[in-house]
């Protein structure tokens, strides 16, 4: 694989963030993981390809590609989703509200190089905070990930019985 080249991202990503969605998915459920996304393909959850579409046009994407090809995707905004049971900063945030790779390049980067992005979109914007929520449940292995990459967890949250782990990183 050549090195990763980051792009802003439009609505003629939908297609392939959804298929990289759809993938993770698979490869989760492979693993034993049904918890934390479920095992319905993501294009085929209610609702799933009007938020990828939303993602591309009302959020700020950006599309991680590897000689021309979209290999994973991360979508920045101003805060937390407002379903999500997560309180306000308290100051001005960007927030991770996707990150995905294709699982067919996993372990390669793709995540941590969209991560380094988004810290350097953040900086840039004169903003100091950058956060994220993911899935706790498991063996904790996605906050792991966000801690390897200059992440500190804060608060944890409960979706029913999805756990959840809100993390920060200060970008200034």
């Known amino acids: 694989m050549n090195d990763i080249h980051i792009r ?24 034993g993981n049904t918890e934390q996304w479920g095992t319905t393909p993501y294009s085929q959850k209610p609702g799933g390809v009007a938020r990828v ?3 591309m046009t009302e959020n700020v994407p950006y599309i991680a590609e590897s000689d021309g090809t979209p290999v994973g995707a991360l979508v920045l905004d101003s805060g937390p989703s407002p379903q999500m049971p997560i309180a306000p900063a ?8 996707l990150l995905v790779s294709d699982r067919r390049h996993a372990g390669l980067g793709i ?3 969209l991560l380094a992005h988004a810290a350097e979109e953040t900086r840039r914007a ?8 993911c899935w706790a449940g498991g063996g904790g292995e ?6 390897r990459n200059g992440f500190t967890s804060a608060d944890r949250f409960l979706v029913d019985a999805w756990p959840g782990q809100v993390l920060a990183r200060r970008v200034a």
């Open 111 to 113: 995540g941590a190089a």
């Open 8 to 31: 802003p991202g439009g609505p003629a990503d939908a297609p392939a963030v959804l298929d990289m969605l759809d993938s993770a998915v698979a490869w989760m459920n492979a693993r």
């Open 142 to 147: 996605l906050v792991a990930f966000y801690e």
């Open 53 to 55: 579409e939303r993602y």
């Open 90 to 97: 308290g100051e001005p945030e960007r927030y991770v509200r």
């Open 126 to 133: 004169g903003v100091e905070l950058l956060r994220v929520d």
